[in-house]
């Protein structure tokens, strides 16, 4: 047992350091990253100065789209950031690289994503300053604690539909349809993105609940603009825990046999 956490250690470090150093050979389009995140940021604000957020919560709508930017950060590294990667991944010829070892590529896939996510965490750290120093943000109603539940839930809930997508993309080897599925189209619209779900249609309402995005959103968006507890938020984290338990078997299966699937066609490589 000891030698497989050391192992299992050393492989997480190792894909850390390796995507930190890539990460820093693009000092500029960071930096330009984060400009444009302050673009944006400015934008929600003069919006928010003269728009009433209708619906249930506090906070005005530069709060209610601040949220949104800070959901979505970590939502799509766990979706289309996942299924990006395993394209960026079998481009380069690290898929193939990694078939022949005994790390699984699912294994390889996630420790990429937590360093993703330390990226992701950076960058809304990066966004509160920002809104806070110069849009008079007021982040002393967050609740650390429920705040950063809730985003391990969503990455929990939502990593497996991205690495279903990324099983996919062997086979296929194009993401772009999966990524307009997943991306932040059709989610973003539903699940309360960009108003509140309590504005959609009443046949979109009932889509929308079944979405874990609209339960994360939620759940984070209370966190963050009511300091809510955890207890508080018991109805939507234990929705994401139920839709975690039922979805990780199935795309564990799935991938596998796309994974069988590959190898059968000898195509893993091909791109």
């Not at 047992?1 to 390796?18: D, G, H, I, P, W």
């Not at 809730?150 to 086979?171: D, E, K, R």
Request: charged content about 15%; aromatic content about 10%; hydrophobic content about 50%.
């Amino acid at each position: 047992m000891a030698e497989v956490l050391q192992s299992t250690f050393c492989k997480f470090r190792q894909a850390v350091e390796r995507d930190v150093c890539e990460m820093l050979s693009y000092r500029w389009a960071m930096l330009l990253e984060l400009l444009v995140g302050a673009v944006y940021i400015f934008a929600a604000y003069q919006i928010g100065r003269n728009v009433l957020l209708n619906g249930p919560g506090k906070g005005g709508y530069f709060e209610y789209l601040l949220v949104s930017m800070c959901f979505w950060a970590f939502y799509n590294q766990a979706t289309t950031g996942l299924l990006a990667r395993a394209r960026h991944e079998l481009l380069i010829g690290t898929v193939k690289a990694i078939m022949c070892t005994r790390t699984s590529l699912v294994e390889f896939l996630c420790y990429c994503m937590v360093s993703s996510c330390l990226e992701s965490t950076a960058r809304c750290a990066a966004y509160l300053v920002v809104a806070v120093a110069l849009f008079e943000y007021d982040a002393t109603q967050i609740n650390v604690l429920s705040s950063a539940v809730v985003l391990a839930m969503t990455i929990l809930s939502h990593a497996p539909i991205g690495l279903a997508a990324a099983a996919v993309l062997l086979i296929i080897k194009k993401g772009e349809p999966m990524l307009a599925v997943l991306g932040t189209g059709a989610m973003w619209l539903l699940s309360g993105g960009l108003y509140p779900e309590s504005s959609l249609p009443h046949f979109l309402q009932t889509l929308a609940s079944a979405l874990p995005t609209t339960h994360a959103l939620h759940a984070f968006r209370a966190a963050m603009v009511e300091g809510a507890s955890l207890s508080a938020l018991r109805a939507d984290l234990l929705w994401l825990v139920g839709f975690t338990l039922v979805v990780l078997p199935v795309t564990h299966f799935f991938s596998r046999a796309c994974l069988r699937l590959a190898r059968r066609l000898g195509s893993i490589d091909h791109y």
